[in-house]
Every structure is written in C-alpha cells, then in structure tokens.
C-alpha cells in the first residue's frame, strides 16, 4: 500500500511559477512509476507528465511540455512538478498517482493505469 500526499497548490498569477510535490510512504516507492494529472471543474482527469522509477523517461501532455519539468528524488520518497508560464488554463486539482512497475523503466499516461491516487492540491492562476 502507498500512501501518496501532494502540497505545493495554490493562488499565482499568469506567467508564475509553482513546484508541486508529492510525498509517497513505503519502502518500495522508488520502483514506482509516478504522473501527475489534473482536473479543472466540469472536465475530465487529464494526463499531465509522468515520470519512470529511475527518472530516466519522462512525458508531458502537449499543453504544458516547455513550461513543465516533472523529476523525483527516491531518497526522498517525493515526485516534483515544476510548472513555469502558469495559464489561467492550468487552474485545476493536481493529482499524483503512483504504480508498481518493479524496476522497469516505462511510464504510464493514462489514469487507468495508476493504483494510487493522492488526494489533490489546488492550483489557481488568476489573469
């Protein structure tokens, strides 16, 4: 079981910046392939950036690839999510997510193919 713990949201105007993170329990978390998703009120969950237990492959959804950098430090049991240019666009719950791959580097995009889900921070990009 992995217990997952985002912080990081909150109120920034267009063009700031936030870093996200998401802290994970268990000792096993460093196999996990993480991603970060969001949801903006009345649209679905959406793919944001994904990240392999090593680090090592890495994806972004279109919309934020050049303005994101997704990383982790499994020493640290955390998953990072820089976001640059902020958009009112962005504004949504940001979501981790996490799953076992057993030490193979792949990534996943879609929310189907995660197990564990953190409980959310707001990210809110005021114009």
């Known amino acids: 079981q992995v217990q997952l713990v985002e912080s990081g949201g909150g109120l920034v105007q267009a063009g700031g910046s936030l870093r996200l993170s998401c802290v994970g329990s268990?000792?096993?978390?460093?196999?996990?392939?993480m991603g970060w998703f969001r949801q903006a009120p009345g649209k679905e969950r959406e793919f944001v950036a994904a990240?392999?237990?090593?680090?090592?492959?890495?994806n972004y959804v279109d919309s934020v690839r050049g303005r994101a950098t997704i990383s982790r430090d499994n020493a640290k049991n955390t998953v990072y999510l820089q976001m640059n240019s902020l958009k009112v666009e962005d504004t949504a719950v940001y979501y981790c997510?996490?799953?076992?791959?057993?030490?193979?580097?792949?990534?996943?995009?879609?929310?189907?193919?995660?197990?564990?889900w953190g409980q959310g921070t707001q990210v809110t990009v005021s114009s």
């Open positions: 268990g000792r096993t978390f460093s196999s996990y392939a």
């Open positions: 990240i392999s237990w090593s680090g090592g492959n890495k």
């Open positions: 997510a996490a799953r076992s791959t057993y030490y193979a580097d792949t990534i996943f995009a879609l929310k189907d193919e995660y197990v564990y």
